[in-house]
T-cell receptor, first 114, second 112 residues
Framework: AQTVTQSQPEMSVQEAETVTLSCTYD???????LFWYKQPPSRQMILVIR??????QNATENRFSVNFQKAAKSFSLKISDSQLGDAAMYFC???????????FGKGTRLSVIA | DAEITQSPRHKITETGRQVTLACHQT?????MFWYRQDLGHGLRLIHY???????NKGEVSDGYSVSRSNTEDLPLTLESAASSQTSVYFC???????????FGEGSRLTVL
């Protein structure tokens, strides 16, 4: 079974600084997708970024970018110029290209210090 | 705008009672999912459905059931609520394949 591991339960970053959240996954598949979701205190789950495994180029969305290392099965999220509104729980997730459910990591709680 | 709604948003019930959490989506998505979120466990899959009359068990399905009689709704039923089922429940939907999930706002259930 596929598993997703987020080894950092909590992290903190100074406002305007850069922080990287780690995620590793285990799969025997070659074609899959990876996601980062953000969950602010409102509890709403918000998609941050999406990466297709067949693409070598790392996905970016404004201040959010990923470092996708397929061979190492690593998918880290970098947040640049951190803002107070970035404080949230962040979940890494994996889905096989077939019709299978999304598998989540346990999450990393990010605090942003003013 | 299309959306996914859950009700109730908050519920307190007693051990042994039957509870149903509703989930309704207007995207016409085939795939619907129920997850529970607990501190230290992230989101764990309870049940899911890939279309009308299709239901499947997830990793934590014991004590829960779902039914899919139409595309829009996937209600989650706790037949006999237990204190271990105190949690935040999320419903989600997707158009299928490896597309991202669209989440409801969550339902906080407390079982006393």
């Amino acid at each position: 079974a596929q598993t997703v591991t987020q080894s950092q339960p909590e992290m903190s970053v100074q406002e305007a600084e850069t922080v990287t959240l780690s995620c590793t996954y285990d799969t025997s598949e070659s074609d899959y997708y990876l996601f980062w979701y953000k969950q602010p205190p409102s509890r709403q789950m918000i998609l941050v970024i999406r990466q297709e495994a067949y693409k070598q180029q790392n996905a970016t969305e404004n201040r959010f970018s990923v470092n996708f290392q397929k061979a190492a099965k690593s998918f880290s999220l970098k947040i640049s110029d951190s803002q107070l509104g970035d404080a949230a729980m962040y979940f890494c997730a994996y889905i096989y290209s077939g019709n299978t459910p999304l598998v989540f990591g346990k999450g990393t709680r990010l605090s942003v210090i003013a | 705008d299309a959306e996914i709604t859950q009700s109730p948003r908050h519920k307190i019930t007693e051990t042994g009672r039957q509870v149903t959490l509703a989930c309704h989506q207007t995207w016409n998505h085939n795939n619907m999912f129920w997850y529970r979120q607990d501190l230290g466990h992230g989101l764990r899959l309870i049940h899911y459905s890939y279309g009308v009359q299709d239901t499947n068990k997830g990793e934590v399905s014991d004590g829960y059931s779902v039914s899919r009689s139409n595309t829009e709704d996937l209600p989650l039923t706790l037949e006999s609520a237990a204190s271990s089922q105190t949690s935040v429940y999320f419903c989600a939907s997707s158009p299928g394949g490896a597309r991202e999930l669209f989440f409801g706002e969550g339902s906080r259930l407390t079982v006393l």
